[in-house]
């Protein structure tokens, strides 16, 4: 886990909890990680659905929400206490592999259309505003079970992908805490594991943990919250030099058209689309460190524009340093890269 910053240390969290006993695993897993919440100076507000009594239930009067009604005053409520923090975690165990009644009616009913998604078949942005999520998740099922049957990967696409990624989120993880009630070890590594996620980054990338007791889910999602404006070839090659620099991967995925190719000499084939590019390339950013980027050059107006540059990383492996030149060509359309080549010499690259 990394060391909290002054950031992080600013964030107030809502942690929403689903378990109907007191006395349960669940109930002190909550303590831990709210005590590391606690250690890093974070304000935190626990939303106990089971203790507060939650209605799940999706009532007839729920379906306001498609009709421009106004909610209850209970689901406005929620809503509020959602909008007020600037992270949200979610924990609950695992029930037939999903949300329990409880948690499931929660969002039924508070993330309602017009607040957290547009009613369309494809929403192509969201209404709530970027911010890390991690829901944490319990079950007596061993991580080589889940691992065999493809189980992580199916509640990766349905958690993260299907359920927050369909209202914009892409900074999330889901952890599953395996093997719960079955080993007096593991239940305290569990614990201990909790105390420190919640000392750590809402939603952390460098997540670890014991991999035979602990699953972390938490790769990187194309935003859907993050509007660019559209952009011309001269301005998507100065945006892609960016989104290196920075080595946010799903930024460069973002710039690419849904059938945009993406060709380069390190990758054996074309990337097509920016699942494909989100998905290959990001071996290639978390290689390297501390990027540079001086860009000699940007010539073209329009769809179509050529760049002349140079570029200096760090490789992460063994600290040696590349530096190389690079060509760039770019064609747009619609405010989406349609294709990308880069040129240049591999012998640098190459240990």
Not at 17 to 28: K, L, N, Y
């Amino acid at each position: 886990m990394s060391e909290p910053d002054a950031e992080t240390t600013a964030e107030h969290v809502l942690v929403v909890f689903c378990h109907p006993r007191d006395d349960s695993f669940g109930a002190q897993l909550l303590a831990e990680y709210t005590a590391g919440l606690a250690e890093t100076g974070r304000t935190y507000e626990v939303a106990d659905l089971y203790r507060e009594k939650f209605d799940p239930v999706f009532h007839a009067g729920d379906y306001v929400q498609f009709e421009g009604g106004a909610l209850s005053r209970r689901i406005l409520d929620e809503q509020a206490r959602i909008e007020r923090a600037d992270a949200i975690v979610i924990m609950s165990p695992l029930w037939w592999l999903g949300f329990p009644a409880m948690l499931k009616g929660w969002f039924d009913r508070v993330w309602s259309n017009g607040w957290a998604y547009e009613f369309a078949n494809d929403p192509e942005g969201s209404l709530l505003p970027p911010r890390p999520y991690l829901i944490l998740l319990t079950t007596g099922g061993s991580a080589g079970s889940f691992a065999r049957r493809g189980y992580a990967d199916g509640l990766d696409s349905l958690l993260r992908t299907g359920v927050l990624g369909w209202c914009g989120v892409s900074e999330s993880s889901v952890v599953l805490l395996h093997d719960t009630g079955f080993h007096p070890a593991t239940t305290r590594e569990h614990l201990e594991f909790a105390r420190a996620l919640g000392s750590g980054p809402i939603s952390d990338g460098s997540l670890t943990g014991d991999p035979a007791r602990i699953t972390v889910l938490n790769s990187p999602l194309r935003a859907r919250n993050t509007e660019e404006p559209a952009m011309d070839a001269p301005a998507a090659i100065r945006r892609l030099c960016d989104a290196w620099i920075k080595q946010d991967n799903a930024a460069i995925a973002r710039l690419f058209a849904d059938e945009g190719v993406f060709t380069d000499p390190l990758h054996e084939r074309p990337l097509i689309g920016p699942d494909d590019i989100l998905a290959t390339n990001q071996a290639a950013v978390d290689e390297l460190a501390d990027v540079r980027i001086e860009l000699y050059s940007v010539l073209g107006t329009g769809a179509r524009a050529c760049a002349e540059g140079r570029m200096t990383a760090t490789v992460v492996a063994d600290g040696s340093v590349l530096d190389f030149e690079f060509t760039m060509i770019a064609e747009t359309a619609d405010g989406r890269i349609t294709r990308l080549t880069e040129y240049f010499d591999t012998a640098p690259l190459r240990h």
